[in-house]
């Protein structure tokens, strides 16, 4: 079930100043935390193919570029660190899916109840550090070059879960870009949104997720902080039935990879 580890120093052929986060592509379940899932390992293969974000570090990241990719190391089944910590600030605890979850994504459910010591094991185990990492991570942009841009890297099903508020006829966009009210300017949403129409992909904003992470440190408080979601339909790259890559895999990553310095190119310049 596992696919990756820990957090890499490498990313495309961005700028220095942009941080490439992560969070959904790992299949990761550690073996002492197994035991909590009430699935059987097939149930538990099929879950990790609905929810991982599969491929995202491939699709967005490379081996020689300056950006710096803060990758979760688990995955989303077992914390997840693009939810608010607290569970009274996580919209989507009351679905059962707060940053640790409780139900699958047909919300039946996930694992068995936790203690709270369990919780708090499991956030200071995976959650914390993660958060810690991208803290750095973002300050050390600031310090060295007096911005910063986080990309937060996602892809999503073809066909809305359970869980998801999207009907699942509903037909979704290829480019799903994500916003923050403080911290995406006009110019970084139309930046991004030009770049991918222009490579013939249809693009929502906000649709069907919404949002863009930035540390809890500089949330709503530093402007020098800039956030923007890419969040690309499983359909493009990947069989969704298996979550193998398709064919064209590397030609698709390398067109996301060029749309994402086009917009950064443009928005800032």
């Given at each position: 079930m596992e696919r990756n580890a820990s957090d890499e120093v490498c990313g495309s052929s961005l700028p220095p100043w942009v941080v490439m986060h992560?969070?959904?592509?790992?299949?990761?379940?550690?073996?002492?935390?197994?035991?909590?899932?009430?699935?059987?390992?097939?149930?538990?293969?099929?879950?990790?193919?609905?929810?991982?974000?599969?491929?995202t570090h491939a699709m967005f990241a490379t081996r020689n570029g300056d950006a710096v990719v803060v990758r979760a190391p688990v995955s989303r089944l077992v914390v997840d660190v693009e939810r608010f910590a607290n569970d009274e600030d996580e919209p989507m605890a009351s679905r059962g899916m707060g940053a640790i979850y409780s139900v699958t994504s047909s919300l039946a459910p996930l694992r068995r109840p936790l203690s709270d010591d369990e919780r708090v094991s499991l956030m200071n185990a995976w959650y914390h550090p993660h958060h810690e990492r991208l803290e750095l991570a973002v300050a050390a942009a600031v310090e060295q070059h007096g911005q910063c841009l986080v990309l937060d890297c996602h892809s999503f099903p073809s066909r809305a879960l359970p869980y998801e508020q999207d009907e699942a006829s509903l037909h979704r966009p290829d480019i799903c870009i994500g916003t923050?009210?403080?911290?995406?300017?006009?110019?970084?949403?139309?930046?991004?949104?030009?770049?991918?129409?222009?490579?013939?992909?249809?693009?929502?904003?906000?649709?069907?997720?919404?949002?863009?992470l930035v540390p809890a440190s500089r949330h709503l408080r530093d402007h020098r902080v800039r956030a923007v979601m890419v969040e690309v339909n499983r359909r493009l790259y990947m069989h969704e039935e298996d979550a193998t890559p398709k064919p064209d895999f590397d030609d698709i990553a390398a067109r996301i990879r060029a749309c994402c310095g086009k917009a950064i190119t443009d928005a800032f310049s």
């Open positions: 992560i969070p959904h592509d790992s299949t990761s379940i550690p073996p002492e935390v197994r035991p909590q899932f009430l699935l059987t390992d097939a149930a538990l293969v099929a879950e990790l193919n609905r929810m991982t974000d599969h491929l923050d009210a403080f911290h995406t300017t006009d110019a970084l949403v139309d930046a991004f949104t030009h770049a991918f129409s222009e490579a013939g992909w249809t693009v929502g904003i906000n649709q069907p997720f919404s949002g863009a």
